[in-house]
């Protein structure tokens, strides 16, 4: 055995061993009894790995190192007993997935990678569903999701308008504050919402689309895994279906029933383990971006309303109540996500925008008197 080798595999033996402990403790500190006996499936399927360089170092004379966890392994452990675990899965995700790096590096050790795989998307979808457990009914959890789709989908909707009147408030006040005509402040904010919007609209394109990609990848894999090994398959998604509160044997029958049509499976899987809809895969990029882009130039306009009507000082002045109210409207909004009072959030807002309005403001003024002699 290469000393490169003996390392890696002493390194994987120590990272097989802390996880089988980590598991073992978030197995006897979870309250849900099945999602404990999840837990504990877990822990058997890393101290198997482990067992597994064991053997190898005894069969290639290197000597084991004593069993003894790692500092990390202690605290995240000493966290979970008193804080439960939901304060940990993020982590144990992370390691979980480096793991799965690092076995794809090893001969042989194609599947304890795609173990590791299976156990980050599994913990993945128990932290999604929260730190208490798995209690309440399948239905009240989709419709939970469902609500927190919403709640994103309205939060973009307040925070892009937001960041269009923002912005745009600032850089017409900029310009203002240099004195410039009124077409060329027209101008000025016009070309701002125009440019904001179209790089929002991009930005949003870019992310769904991403998205997209990513999810029809994943769904490949799945897809060739099920081909591969549907009986691994069948039993990752019998753990979904007990961590969600069904007795093992019955969500181990419901795997098996559903991995016989390799179209059900597909769909099933990618919906448990992806959180996606295989018909959607996340969303219309072009529909996201044309939301975006409206959404910003709805808040960008705002400023620029008053000077098609107005001149000089009076249409400053005019543009900062416009937005004044726009922001307020705004911080209303926000109070959905925070909880706040009406009234705080809303002013809080609006002091942060005429902040901003002011500041540029005065940075204008002062680069027009100093160009202007």
């Not at 120590?14 to 403790?25: F, H, M, P, T």
């Not at 000025?188 to 919402?193: E, F, P, S, V």
């Amino acid at each position: 055995m290469k000393a490169s080798e003996r390392k890696q595999i002493l390194a994987s033996l120590q990272d097989e061993r802390d996880g089988a402990r980590l598991y073992q403790i978030l197995s006897e500190v979870e309250k849900d009894p099945q999602l404990a006996e999840v837990y504990r499936r877990m822990a058997a399927v890393e101290k198997r790995h482990a067992e597994t360089w064991e053997k190898r170092l005894r069969e290639s004379e290197v000597e084991l190192p004593a069993d003894r966890p790692a500092w990390r392994t202690r605290l995240l452990g000493w966290l979970a007993r008193r804080f439960g675990p939901g304060l940990i899965l993020p982590t144990v995700i992370g390691m979980e997935q480096i793991d799965r790096k690092g076995y794809s590096q090893l001969p042989d050790a194609q599947g304890m990678a795609a173990d590791e795989s299976s156990h980050a998307r599994l913990l993945r979808h128990i932290s999604q569903l929260g730190a208490g457990g798995m209690e309440g009914s399948r239905l009240a959890q989709l419709e939970g999701r469902h609500r927190a789709a919403g709640g994103n989908a309205l939060r973009a909707a307040v925070l892009g308008a937001n960041d269009g009147l923002v912005s745009n408030l600032s850089l017409v006040m900029g310009v203002a504050g240099a004195e410039l005509s009124n077409t060329a402040i027209l101008i000025t904010g016009l070309a701002g919402l125009l440019a904001g919007a179209i790089s929002m609209a991009l930005g949003e394109w870019l992310s769904v689309q991403s998205s997209r990609e990513l999810y029809e990848h994943q769904i490949g894999i799945e897809q060739a895994e099920i081909a591969s090994a549907p009986e691994e398959e069948a039993e990752e998604l019998a753990l979904i279906y007990q961590s969600r509160g069904v007795e093992a044997e019955q969500a181990q029958r419901m795997a098996r029933q559903i991995l016989r049509d390799e179209t059900s499976a597909l769909e099933t899987l990618a919906r448990e383990e992806l959180g996606v809809d295989p018909g959607e895969l996340g969303g219309s990029a072009w529909e996201a971006a044309f939301t975006s882009f409206f959404l910003f130039a709805l808040g960008a306009i705002i400023p620029v309303i008053p000077f098609t009507f107005l001149e000089g000082m009076t249409a400053v002045v005019v543009s900062v109540a416009f937005s004044m109210v726009g922001l307020f409207l705004i911080g209303a909004g926000i109070t959905l996500f925070t909880g706040r009072g009406v009234l705080f959030s809303g002013a809080r807002q609006m002091a942060f925008g005429l902040a901003a309005a002011v500041v540029t403001y005065l940075i204008g003024r002062l680069i027009g008197v100093n160009l202007g002699g």
